[in-house]
């Protein structure tokens, strides 16, 4: 094992922290603050929450010699992003009582609720746990969400690929009981012998941990974005295992060179069950033991890799696991859009993908999506499944009950909309940034789709309305919405400022390259402009515009 020469703050608030207790319970109780301790604030992140503030009230509060206005955002675990009728309407009037009321869908697969104060979080996640959901272990340094290509008709084998994906999240959840005592008012046992986890000891990981499964030749979970990557290898409709990659992460640091994002490096096939999920928890212990925990701008996977090199880690995960890596299998991505509509199953069973734009489900005078899909939550004749791209699908419904659900949509606007979406807004995604988050530098989702609109017309303007291209903005580095893997990438460096990057794939499998700094939004206009005449004027047929963008502006 490495030896560390010291430990961050929040490493030594882990291993204190009683089986992430902390003095939780204490920092509730507290009224005469909307915030919480210190300390808390690290560990209360492994239970599914953040502690944010109205960033855009900040002035205006100082002014009065008033706190900042806290609140929190509050995560759900979701694996692969399924959740039933009944569920889907406890989470809706959870909203409308304890939050802002949006329910917004984030890139991996789940939602969240914004702007919960602290004497609402205990009703907000009571509420949850009397339909089966928790909030536990999607935040913190942890292992995160696990994310499964979402549409059941992508493949017959959906369902037995989704199954792994929950099995992996039960592998990898922790121990402690201090959830159930906080938060559910569970009886006070705490005993260290009866929460032993030999997975996270008392220090948990070094830093955020995330898994992703793909099914080919969907790439919808941008599986080389991940710290472990699988792609399900099938042979006539028979999942046969799954090549795994490791190393995947997106967070840099403005002006520090030696912080990176990094796609996930394809090591091997893992055959059978066992040897998966134990492939899988081998990983995890390996960055446990050898990830930095004196930096946490260090401390993901990737960077422990890369110290170490891939060949010493692959070696590695064959030492303590007892498996040895099979040769990687070929496999194909092509595809990380969602398919939008109405779509059959192997089961005969319709499902319809709801674009939602950044993941923001509310209603509006033109749509009413978030009154139409309770009416059919409430109807009970369907499941509800979200997408890495932050969309919603209306999934296993009955011959029977699609015309009653393609009328509800209709009725409140929903599938007009959808159909009026341009290709490139299709396939935008952006990070929630202001006014809750506290790393934003820069707006995203409340400013993306006022410059998607004057992007559309630049493409409309360039004859390039029908080109299918992946643009994507976070208001900071840190990757939330994947820019760095998307062909057109903007990058918040101040507020009204960003980075532009040009030149990833649209399959995923490249990272794109900053390509103009510092630019407002005048400037982004100009130079995507001109990026798009020299595409339409010189682009072979058939070539993607991050390709293009890749030889043509960094190699010419």
């Known amino acids: 094992m490495s030896e560390t020469p010291k430990l961050s703050n929040i490493e030594k608030i882990k291993m204190a922290g009683r089986g992430l207790r902390g003095t939780l319970a204490e920092s509730l109780l507290d009224s005469h603050t909307g915030a919480i301790r210190e300390d808390d604030q690290a560990l209360i992140k492994f239970h599914g929450m953040y502690q944010q503030d109205d960033r855009d009230r900040r002035e205006e509060r100082a002014g009065k010699k008033l706190e900042r206005l806290y609140s929190f955002m509050v995560r759900l675990r979701l694996t692969g992003g399924f959740l039933l009728p009944q569920q889907w309407v406890a989470i809706h009037h959870a909203a409308g009582a304890y939050s802002t009321g949006v329910i917004k869908i984030t890139s991996r697969q789940t939602i969240q609720l914004h702007g919960i104060i602290k004497a609402h979080l205990k009703p907000t996640l009571q509420t949850f746990h009397h ?140 055959q059978g069950e066992e040897n998966i999920l134990n492939v899988v928890y081998t990983v995890a212990t390996i960055q446990r033991d050898y990830g930095n925990r004196a930096d946490r701008k260090f401390a993901r996977l990737k960077y422990t890799i890369d110290k170490y090199g891939v060949d010493w880690f692959k070696q590695e995960i064959e030492n303590r696991s007892g498996y040895k890596f099979k040769k990687a299998k070929p496999f194909q991505l092509t595809e990380r859009a969602d398919s939008l509509g109405w779509y059959q199953s192997h089961h005969k069973k319709w499902h319809y993908t709801v674009f939602i734009e950044n993941g923001r489900i509310t209603d509006t005078e033109m749509v009413q999506l978030k009154t139409a899909l309770l009416k059919i939550a409430e109807a009970g004749i369907a499941n509800f499944r979200f997408t890495c791209n932050q969309n919603v699908i209306v999934s296993d419904v009955e011959p029977r009950h699609k015309a009653g659900i393609t009328a509800i949509l209709t009725q409140h606007g929903v599938i007009n909309e959808h159909e009026s979406v341009s290709f490139v807004r299709q396939r935008s995604m952006a990070c929630v940034a202001f006014p809750t988050c506290p790393l934003a530098l820069a707006e995203a989702q409340r400013y993306f789709p006022a410059l998607m609109a004057k992007i559309e017309l630049l493409l409309e303007k360039n004859g390039l309305e029908n080109e299918k291209m992946i643009i994507r903005m976070t208001g900071c580095p840190n990757g939330c919405a994947r820019s760095y893997a998307a062909e057109i990438g903007l990058i918040g460096t101040a507020y009204g400022k960003y980075n532009l990057y040009l030149g990833g794939d649209y399959e995923g499998f490249r990272l794109n390259k900053l390509y103009r700094e510092n630019l407002e939004e005048a400037a982004i206009l100009k130079t995507l402009d001109d990026c798009f005449q020299q595409f339409k004027k010189h682009h072979q047929s058939n070539e993607r515009f991050g390709d293009f963008a890749n030889h043509y502006f960094f190699n010419a």
């Open 131 to 270: 339909t089966d959901l928790t909030t536990i272990a999607t935040c913190g340094d942890i292992n995160r969400n696990v994310l499964c290509s979402a549409h059941p008709a992508y493949s017959p084998v959906h369902e037995e690929v989704f199954a792994m994906a929950e099995k992996i999240c039960a592998k990898l959840l922790p121990k402690t009981k201090g959830y159930a005592e906080i938060w559910l008012d569970d009886e006070k046992i705490y005993e260290p012998d009866s929460e032993k986890d030999e997975l996270y000891e008392d220090r948990y990981l070094p830093r955020k941990f995330k898994i992703a499964i793909a099914i080919p030749p969907h790439n919808d979970v941008d599986v080389f974005a991940n710290d472990i990557g699988l792609i399900a290898i099938i042979r006539n409709n028979q999942l046969i295992g799954f090549n795994i990659a490791i190393g995947g992460g997106l967070a840099s640091t403005h002006g520090n060179p030696d912080t990176y994002p990094r796609l996930a490096t394809v090591i091997g096939f893992v």
